[in-house]
């Protein structure tokens, strides 16, 4: 019989990622770093905002080179722990392929030792990709997000969707996505939720809200 598959993201759900490249911005190129509804916002000291082309620059530098810098986000790793016994878990992160190695070893040394899957753009293709190759009872996928919830929807609805924003000082400025069955910031929680789907062991409900919206 097919075992439950969890996809889970890694930024903000596993790892704390935000205050520590906000940290690291200040430290290393004083730039002030702001991230609102999912968007960054940097500005240096003389009040220029930093272009779109040199965020994802700066991004590239700090991915993987300071990695290091990154902290677990509690329960997280017994969460996985617990789901992990009866089901397979996938860490699907939007970094670039070479990061991988990097962010394998990251995982580990904070007890979270799964497959990890990299990715660059919407994950509703990735996601349905691993539903092939696994063929699961039932699947989850957890992101912080809204327009990865939104891909996952629209290429395979089936899916259920929890939508997590780990960092506390961003969680209360980001609204619930809508296209995600639920929002749950702490995996305490979340692994309750998570298993009762597990146990269900049934395809998600559409969301009436959006229902026949997608494109």
Not at 35 to 60: I, K, N
Not at 61 to 83: G, I, Y
Not at 180 to 198: N, P, S, T
Request: hydrophobic share 40%; proline share 8%; charged share 25%.
């Amino acid at each position: 019989m097919s075992r439950p598959l969890l996809i889970c993201d890694c930024d903000e759900v596993l790892l704390h990622m935000v205050r520590h490249f906000g940290v690291w911005l200040r430290e290393h190129h004083d730039i002030a770093f702001d991230a609102t509804e999912g968007r960054f916002a940097m500005t240096r000291a003389d009040g220029s905002v930093v272009p779109g082309e040199e965020m994802w620059t700066l991004l590239d530098h700090f991915f993987p080179a300071e990695m290091s810098r990154q902290t677990l986000v509690p329960h997280a790793r017994e969460a996985l722990e617990r789901l992990g016994a009866g089901a397979d878990i996938v860490v699907l992160t939007n970094l670039g392929d070479h990061c991988r190695d990097a962010r394998i070893a990251q995982l580990a040394a904070h007890g979270i030792p799964h497959r990890v899957e990299c990715n660059q753009g919407g994950k509703g293709t990735p996601v349905a990709r691993l539903i092939a190759e696994y063929r699961p009872s039932v699947t989850v996928f957890v992101d912080d997000l809204p327009t990865h919830h939104e891909s996952v929807a629209k290429h395979v609805p089936e899916v259920h969707r929890l939508h997590m924003v780990s960092e506390p000082d961003l969680a209360p400025r980001v609204s619930p996505a809508p296209h995600a069955h639920a929002r749950i910031d702490d995996w305490r929680e979340a692994a309750e939720w998570i298993a009762a789907r597990f146990a269900a062991g049934m395809p998600a409900e559409p969301i009436p809200s959006i229902e026949g919206a997608q494109p």
